[in-house]
Each structure stands twice: as structure tokens, then as C-alpha cells.
């Protein structure tokens, strides 16, 4: 059974920051592309960052890029996204998720390259 299990939300300040952790379970790890997803009150979920299996490729959005950096340890099947610099517009719930198929490497951004999901993590950043 895969799991997602997203923590490291909260309550910020605008300027401050805070890291997301998300560990994963259920299928070989480190053979999976990963990926931040959020969504705002009143959006569509849109796509934040990936990372591939092998962490060779990268990809931000551009709201997040910058500012935003996604990273993966293996040993210890997790993910983690550093949120500096936060921005009220960057309140959401964040999702981790994992992609469908191993040793991928194309971009990321899809939904539909994503079949496991977590439950989600409050992110909310006041001014």
C-alpha cells in the first residue's frame, strides 16, 4: 500500500520561511520522480516543483522559482520543499505526490504523471 504522508505546515509571517517534509512508502523510492503540488482557496491545484529519480532534473514554477528548492533523501524516503522568502499568495494546501512510472526524467508538471498523493499540508503565510 503507497502512502504519502505530508508535515512541516504552519503558520508564517510574509518573508519567513518553512520546509516541507514528505515521506513516502510502499514502492521503491528511489526509483520515482516526486513533486510539490499546491492549492489555494478558490484554485485549481497547480504544480510547484519536481525532482527526478535520480535527482539529475529539476523544475519550478515560475512563481515558486527562486525562492523554492526541492530536494530528496533516499535513505530515508522522503522529500522536502524549503520555502524561503514566502509571499501571502503562496497560502495553499501542499501536496506531495509521486509519479506513475520509474526512471522518468521528463518535466514534471503534469497531474496525470502522478499517481500517488498525500493528504495534504496547511500552508498559510499572513501579511
Known amino acids: 500500500q503507497v502512502q504519502l504522508v505530508e508535515s512541516g505546515g504552519g503558520l508564517v509571517q510574509a518573508g519567513g520561511s518553512l520546509r516541507l517534509s514528505c515521506v513516502a512508502s510502499?514502492?521503491?523510492?528511489?526509483?520515482?520522480?516526486m513533486a510539490w503540488f499546491r492549492q489555494a482557496p478558490g484554485k485549481e491545484r497547480e504544480f510547484a516543483a519536481g525532482?527526478?529519480?535520480?535527482?539529475?532534473?529539476?523544475d519550478y514554477a515560475d512563481s515558486v522559482k527562486g525562492r523554492f528548492t526541492i530536494s530528496r533523501d533516499n535513505a530515508k524516503n522522503t522529500i522536502y520543499l524549503q520555502m524561503n522568502s514566502l509571499k501571502p499568495e503562496d497560502t495553499a494546501v501542499y501536496y506531495c505526490?509521486?509519479?506513475?512510472?520509474?526512471?522518468?526524467?521528463?518535466?514534471?508538471?503534469?497531474?496525470?504523471?502522478?499517481?500517488?498523493w498525500g493528504q495534504g499540508t496547511q500552508v498559510t503565510v499572513s501579511s
Open positions: 505526490a509521486q509519479r506513475s512510472l520509474p526512471f522518468t526524467s521528463d518535466h514534471s508538471s503534469a497531474e496525470s504523471n502522478y499517481d500517488y
Open positions: 510502499g514502492r521503491t523510492f528511489s526509483n520515482l520522480g
Open positions: 525532482i527526478n529519480w535520480d535527482a539529475h532534473r529539476i
